[in-house]
Nanobody
Framework: VQLQASGGGLVQDGDSLRLSCTHSGRTFRSYLGWFRQAPGKEREFVATISAIDGFTYYSDSVKGRFTISGDNAKNTVYLQMHSLRPEDTAVYYC??????????????????????WGQGTQVTVSS
């Protein structure tokens, strides 16, 4: 599975931005997710969407401001971000999970839950 993220940029506090991630390859994907990594911090979970039934799940820090969605016809997953804050500044990564094995947590939210990763796209929110 290959993933290509795009759409990052420099925005101001309160602005909106939409990230895109195109994914390709014959391997079935069960979940597509977004993670982010701020300077000096560990990569953290942002959102995920089930490629099977469209179920979505968000981290508490973005819930209500970010929306993940997918377009299966275009093999693209989006992350619509509203009310951006300086603390949202990070490199954003998309990832794909191909395993259909049941997770103890039920929802894939850790780095090791995803087998394939794209390159990141930088999002910078100025105050």
């Amino acid at each position: 599975v290959q993933l290509q993220a795009s759409g990052g940029g420099l925005v101001q506090d309160g602005d909106s931005l939409r990230l895109s991630c195109t994914h390709s390859g014959r391997t079935f994907r069960s979940y597509l997710g977004w993670f982010r990594q701020a300077p000096g911090k560990e990569r953290e979970f942002v959102a995920t969407i089930s490629a099977i039934d469209g179920f979505t799940y968000y981290s508490d820090s973005v819930k209500g401001r970010f929306t993940i969605s997918g377009d299966n016809a275009k093999n693209t997953v989006y992350l619509q971000m509203h009310s951006l804050r300086p603390e949202d500044t990070a490199v954003y990564y998309c990832a794909a999970r191909v395993s259909i094995a049941t997770l103890a947590a039920g929802i894939p939210t850790t780095l090791t839950d995803y087998e394939f990763w794209g390159q990141g796209t930088q999002v910078t929110v100025s105050s």
